[in-house]
């Protein structure tokens, strides 16, 4: 069991930037795929992007290259996501996500391939 808590949400003018984090308890870490989601209200869960075990490889949607960074120390047990030049559409909850036993290929974009969940931090970015 993996248990994951979100932070570094808030409110935010756009054009600036926030890192969030996301926390690791329990059994593994280094042991899991990493992956960061959004949603926004009245929408469907979005994928953003994931990292691999060790950080080395990473994997974005195509709408959020650019201006989304994930990275990860398996020393501290946690994964980031750095946002930059923010737009008041980036406005969303966004939740880290920790893939269990891995079949096949590493990254996955689909939310039911992800076993853990955290609780999501609130970003608001203002006009």
């Known amino acids: 069991q993996v248990y994951l808590a979100e932070s570094g949400g808030g409110l935010v003018q756009a054009g600036g930037s926030l890192r969030l984090s996301c926390a690791a308890s329990g059994r593994g870490f280094s042991d899991n795929v990493m992956g960061w989601f959004r949603q926004a209200p009245g929408n469907e869960r979005e994928f953003i992007g994931t990292?691999?075990?060790?950080?080395?490889?990473?994997y974005y949607a195509d709408s959020m290259k650019g201006r989304f960074t994930i990275s990860r120390d398996n020393a501290k047990k946690t994964t980031y996501l750095q946002i930059d030049r923010l737009k008041p559409e980036d406005t969303a909850v966004y939740y880290c996500?920790?893939?269990?036993?891995?079949?096949?290929?590493?990254?996955?974009?689909?939310?039911?391939?992800?076993?853990?969940w955290g609780q999501g931090t609130q970003v608001t970015v203002s006009p």
């Open positions: 990292i691999s075990w060790s950080g080395g490889s990473t």
């Open positions: 996500a920790a893939r269990g036993t891995v079949v096949g290929r590493w990254y996955e974009s689909q939310p039911e391939a992800y076993d853990y």
